[in-house]
């Protein structure tokens, strides 16, 4: 887990109000959040930007025969309404994104992802991640528990 943590934190480093103009600028990749402690990746998928954020700090252990396939089966798909704006809502999914596996076990980080039309790109997505994050992690991982059972999630902090 310590070697992808250094590996994440060095990706190039942003800063949360530089990802609308990324976005505009077409700059995919996977960049560094150091100030939140967030891993950000996009790329463009036809008239929708794919955005991920990895969350470093939201650490998750979870029973799961393997790690195949992990991502897909562990996923949640939802609807945040007033999002990024009034009137707006914002269609997102939360997933396990594991990085150690074994022994019945899985290990790996929340990772948020949205799809957003290239028209919206520059609202602060960064900050939509950061409120999601905060707001819908716990009842993520109550449906997380109830289907895999959740063994231990902590915040670093």
Known sequence: MEEFIQRARSQPRVF????????SANSQGVYYIP?????????LDGEDYL????DL???VLIEAPSCDNLEDE?????????????GQSTKYAFSIYPVECGGGRAAGFIALKINVELDKAFHNWGAVALYLLKDKTEPYLQH?????????AIEVV
Do not use: C, M, S
Not at 16 to 23: A, E, F, G, K, V
Not at 51 to 54: I, P, S, V
Not at 144 to 152: A, E, M, T, Y
């Open 74 to 86: 562990t996923l949640l798909i939802d609807v945040a309404e007033d999002i990024p704006w009034q």
């Open 51 to 54: 955005l991920g954020f990895l």
């Open 144 to 152: 997380l528990n109830q289907k895999f059972r959740v063994l231990d």
């Open 35 to 43: 100030f939140h402690d967030l891993l950000f990746a996009f790329t």
């Open 16 to 23: 949360l109000d530089q990802i609308p103009y990324l976005l």
């Open 57 to 59: 700090k939201k650490r």
